[in-house]
């Protein structure tokens, strides 16, 4: 019985996950403890959480594993501004403390960082580091119910890769054919983020909300993607990329993109951040969009053809680009395709540990063929009924405490109904960057100005971002074109044409803010400008609590699904605590709290008017 303990760090998204014979005990972001988004930092209160869910010590594990092989990084870091010199002089001077001591010398970061976790045996400790690319693959093989499949790995870059095929049979990963730095669909893709003023690493989300907004057939659209594909990269049939450099600032800049290039290329200024959103940020952004679509399913298709495998696993950052997976399941290349919930650099430190787990020590692979072995994701931490209690005191809340769970479904429902919003706290929070039914915001879909009250009045974001539904998984297939189910939110697929609304004649000539408004379905607030939805399929085998209350909904009102966005707010990590979550309902216009079995009325709660004393600050995103 192996214990592997499996950390990322020092780039974003730290994360730290543990293993103790093949089955995930626990997996969890640092940023949630820290209350930093994406903080790259040594994962400490990650690590702690899970030795403490797996009962072990350090002393006890039989390896550590960390999510990349940092000399292999330093080595194309080097290499990289030899080749582009004298190009890169200033940010190589002002890079090379850090990764002196992040790169080169991180093995004894790692120890320093275990030392405050609690005491060790130095000569005990088996650390051992894994590929990159081969740590995303691991991610998603390994919990599949797939004996054999092919893994497509994509994004930004790891140690020279940028993406990467193999084929996963049983407890091996056999790593075909890779794709190399500085030619990245992963970074092309986070340039189009930059240049459309929103943070890379975080804002690619932003980026593909926007998509739906711009006319696919708009004359600036052709012109974009024309010049796109002529100009700054030539995708080849196998889906490799090759990107001309001289538009690209990432390999030895402090930037995206050669700012000045691209504007005379696209004849369009690089937007700043926060300023106003016109039609033409809206077109490239479709553009860039199709782009990155039509390079997914030809790797895809590379992947069919050199591995002859029925079914895919997918990861890397480029696997959150939900849009592009649901074209890719349209397409029925592979009988069917898995992709790992947590599919950025977070999910390497799983990736790293399962990796270890079956090609190192050779453990035997035991697959579930109803589900995959991921526990529906939730294998964050959980709070007691006395933790709960303890915060209570703490803020001095005013709550009712409800012993049976059926009343707490059936009121939450009926105030989500009425047009309520509620913050819903239950059990072990989700691993990953999606809020899946644990740590969630919800509405009523049907409500048209649902979109909006959230976007302003909850999350204080962007009023075009869109939000997705949590549906009954025995019902999706009565509102969404979509034939498997998608319990992690990573497929978007079409609202059914019996639900949609005629759009005007005129629609793509409106601004962008009413384009939002028009009336588009019966399920207004999860349908996006293009008749699609982000989906979340809601199991009762893996959470039924959600399940619970999304019945209750529907037997109250006939309709299976509620809008679901993470339990947030703009720059902030999802929820942790019960005291992060009461601090976010505080600071918010939500309507009701409910953490496990106590809820909270906001109008019930001390000065509760006064939402600037709950506030907290946190960074742009």
């Known amino acids: 019985m192996k214990k592997i303990l499996g950390i990322s760090a020092f780039y974003h998204d730290s994360a730290a996950a543990l293993i103790v014979n093949g089955e995930i005990i626990a997996a969890v972001q640092e940023e949630r403890f820290t209350r930093d988004k994406h903080t790259a930092d040594f994962p400490l209160n990650a690590i702690k959480y899970c030795l403490e869910e797996g009962g072990l010590e350090l002393d006890e594990l039989d390896a550590i594993v960390f999510y990349d092989k940092p000399l292999l990084k330093f080595e194309r870091l080097l290499q990289t501004y030899y080749s582009f010199a004298p190009k890169g002089i200033i940010s190589f001077l002002k890079a090379i403390p850090v990764w002196l001591n992040e790169k080169l010398f991180l093995k004894k970061l790692i120890y320093d960082g275990l030392k405050k976790v609690g005491s060790y045996d130095k000569k005990k400790v088996n650390l051992l580091f894994s590929e990159h690319h081969l740590s995303h693959a691991a991610s998603a093989f390994y919990p599949s119910a797939y004996e054999k499949a092919a893994v497509l ?11 990467s095929i193999g ?6 990963i056999l790593m075909l054919k890779e794709m190399e730095f500085p030619h990245s669909a992963g970074l092309l893709y986070s340039a189009f983020t930059y240049y459309l003023g929103f943070t890379v690493n975080s804002g690619e989300y932003k980026l593909m909300g926007l998509a739906p907004y711009g006319n696919p057939n708009s004359k600036d659209t052709l012109r974009f993607k024309e010049l796109i594909k002529d100009k700054l990269i030539d995708i080849k049939e196998d889906g490799s990329v090759w990107l001309d450099q001289s538009y690209f600032n990432y390999a030895t800049g ?4 050669k700012d000045k290039k691209w504007e005379k ?10 300023a106003d959103l016109e039609q033409i940020h809206c077109d490239l952004a479709i553009a860039i969009q199709q782009v990155t679509e039509e390079i997914v399913i030809k790797m895809a298709e590379e992947a069919k053809r050199i591995t002859k495998a029925d079914y895919l696993c997918l990861a890397g950052g480029v696997a959150l680009n939900c849009v592009a997976n649901g074209k890719l399941l349209e397409k029925k290349i592979f009988k069917d395709i898995y992709i790992q919930p947590a599919a950025g650099d977070a999910g390497g430190a799983l990736g790293a540990a399962l990796a270890v787990n079956f090609m190192f020590f050779k453990e035997e692979r035991n697959i579930d063929y109803s589900y995959d072995n991921m526990k529906g994701t939730y294998l964050g931490p959980d709070y007691s009924e006395k933790e709960i209690q303890s915060m209570n005191k703490k803020v001095k809340a005013v709550y009712n405490y409800c012993e049976n769970f059926c009343d707490i479904s059936e009121s939450v429902a009926s105030k989500l109904s009425e047009g309520n919003i509620v913050g819903w706290f239950q059990g072990r929070m989700e691993f990953g960057p999606r809020s899946l ?8 879909a049907r409500i048209p100005e649902m979109q909006k009250k959230l976007n302003i009045k909850i999350k204080y974001r962007e009023g075009f971002r869109p939000f997705a539904p949590s549906v009954l998984a025995e019902k999706y297939t009565e509102y969404f074109d979509l034939d498997k189910t998608s319990p992690y939110m990573l497929l978007v697929s ?6 949609r609304k005629k759009l005007p004649d005129n629609f793509h000539d409106l601004p962008l803010m009413e384009k939002l408004y028009i009336k588009r379905s019966d399920i207004q607030s999860i349908t996006h400008l293009d008749f699609s939805a982000r989906i979340q399929t809601v199991h009762k085998e ?16 006939g309709f299976g699904l509620v809008v679901n966005t993470s339990f947030n707010v703009r720059g902030e990590p999802i929820v942790c605590s019960p005291y992060d979550a009461y601090r976010c309902f505080m600071s918010t216009d939500m309507d009701y709290l409910v953490v496990n079995d106590f809820v909270y009325y906001k109008k019930d709660q001390p000065d509760w008017e006064n939402k600037k004393k709950w506030m907290v600050k946190f960074k742009m995103d």
């Open 153 to 163: 790995t994509i994004d930004g870059v790891g140690e020279w890769c940028t993406a």
């Open 265 to 274: 290329l696209f004849g369009l200024k690089r937007r700043e951040a926060e």
């Open 542 to 557: 893996t959470n039924s609590r959600y399940w619970e209350l999304i019945n209750s909904f529907n037997t109250q009102t």
């Open 437 to 444: 039914g644990n740590r969630s915001i919800l509405g009523d």
């Open 494 to 499: 079409p609202v059914k044409e019996s639900r």
């Open 254 to 257: 402090l930037r995206m993109t």
């Open 167 to 172: 084929l996963g049979e049983n407890g091996q």
